[in-house]
């Protein structure tokens, strides 16, 4: 009873966040990471192992359900499908491969195929390379359903959400659940049972990649975009976090993790810039000073609407590019005295100019990286619209307001 309270309050209190000051679009993205966790953790939680793959699920389900969508004008309910169905088939085969190993070989096996994926989702063009699927169509779910509009994108991923949670929970107190349980406790026991472990690994790995590809396809289509990140392992890492924070063996505690970091992740960080006290930032939209990002999230909004607006590297200052660090000789400097890591320098060689920061001092060896400061942030902004109006022919023309 006490339990089921429990479950009631959280799902009252995801119901009646978007009327309290959560915004929509961040609600969204919590839920598609509490399902990717809950995916994540019906696997861990109930058969102990750690999956370092599943980063490869949730981003080929979002690049399949982007890509269904732009290029083959799927429906929303059948670009979700189409997410789930790629989902179950990665993991039968990564399945398949993988859990005739436990522990650490486990982990690292499916680390090992997900850097697989990762690099085939860098050079198949259709991923959009480190530039990533933008501009992905909500559309009408069913034909009737307008997803354009943030709330109900919101409560449509939470409905989904729910029935997920309530699949996995009929799964794990199911006799196959025991089952699993059982397995995880004591396997060479299990199998003087009778039961064949290897068959109930395969199935269960296969339901937990089959709902994270429905988690990533939701996140491609509610946020609007799939990049390279949601593929990389490292977002595996971040669902085993999440499991982790809420609490390892209970359904609801990978909720709660995702919550709890997504909600981190959103809220604390360094403060890069700021027009509070100051004038309002005035820009012609399609000019190239704007970084995408923005210029996506107010294309259709209106005057005083308010935004909290999540951007990618990919549609921001672009990733971090390991080949922009290089170590040049101390002479190139002559004349700096008191040469410091942290200063900046304008080059001249090549058709453009070119910023460059001093990130290391060896001897006779400066490293400087030309990547931009915030390459490959995530960045967060909290946005107003104060005003809207047609840009005159001399703006468009030099890509600027003109006051």
Not at 35 to 40: R, T, V
Request: charged share 15%; with cysteine; glycine share 12%.
């Amino acid at each position: 009873m006490t339990r089921l309270m429990c479950y009631g309050f959280l799902l009252l209190a995801l119901v009646a966040a978007p009327w309290m000051g959560l915004y929509p679009v961040l609600g969204t993205k919590i839920l598609c990471y509490a399902l990717f966790a809950c995916a994540f953790h019906l696997l861990l939680g109930y058969t102990g192992l750690a999956s370092l793959g599943h980063a490869a699920f949730l981003g080929v389900g979002g690049y399949v359900a982007g890509y269904g969508i732009k290029a083959w004008a799927l429906s929303p309910e059948l670009a979700l499908l189409a997410g789930l169905s790629v989902g179950a088939l990665m993991g039968l085969v990564m399945g398949y491969v993988s859990i005739r190993r436990s522990g650490i070989y486990f982990t690292m096996i499916t680390l090992a195929l997900a850097q697989l994926v990762y690099f085939l989702c860098v050079q198949i063009p259709h991923t959009g390379g480190e530039d990533g699927l933008q501009g992905i169509d909500r559309g009408m779910l069913f034909g009737f359903i307008d997803l354009h509009n943030d709330r109900v994108m919101y409560y449509t991923t939470l409905t989904i959400g729910v029935a997920a949670f309530l699949f996995i929970a009929r799964v794990v107190r199911s006799p196959f659940g025991q089952a699993l349980t059982a397995i995880k406790d004591n396997e060479p026991r299990a199998v003087s049972l009778g039961y064949h472990p290897d068959r109930y690994k395969l199935l269960v790995f296969t339901l937990s990649a089959a709902l994270t590809g429905l988690a990533g396809a939701l996140k491609a289509i509610g946020l609007g975009f799939v990049t390279l990140s949601d593929v990389h392992w490292m977002t595996s890492g971040h669902a085993l976090l999440m499991t982790l924070v809420g609490g390892l063996g209970t359904l609801s505690g990978p909720v709660v993790g995702a919550v709890v970091l997504v909600t981190l992740e959103n809220k604390i960080g360094e403060l890069v810039d700021t027009s509070e006290g100051s004038e309002p930032l005035h820009f012609v939209y399609g000019s190239p000073e704007i970084i995408e990002g923005i210029q996506q999230a107010v294309k259709d909004r209106n005057v005083g609407d308010c935004l909290e607006v999540t951007v990618p590297p990919a549609m921001a200052y672009g990733e971090h590019k390991p080949e922009l660090v290089r170590k040049v000789p101390r002479s190139l400097f002559e004349g700096i005295e008191n040469l410091q890591i942290g200063m900046k320098f304008q080059t001249n060689t090549g058709d453009e100019a070119q910023i460059v920061q001093v990130v290391g001092i060896d001897g006779n060896l400066v490293k400087v990286d030309a990547n931009h400061p915030l390459a490959g942030f995530t960045l967060y902004f909290d946005l107003e619209i104060v005003g809207r109006r047609e840009a005159t022919e001399d703006e468009v023309a030099q890509g600027r307001p003109l006051f």
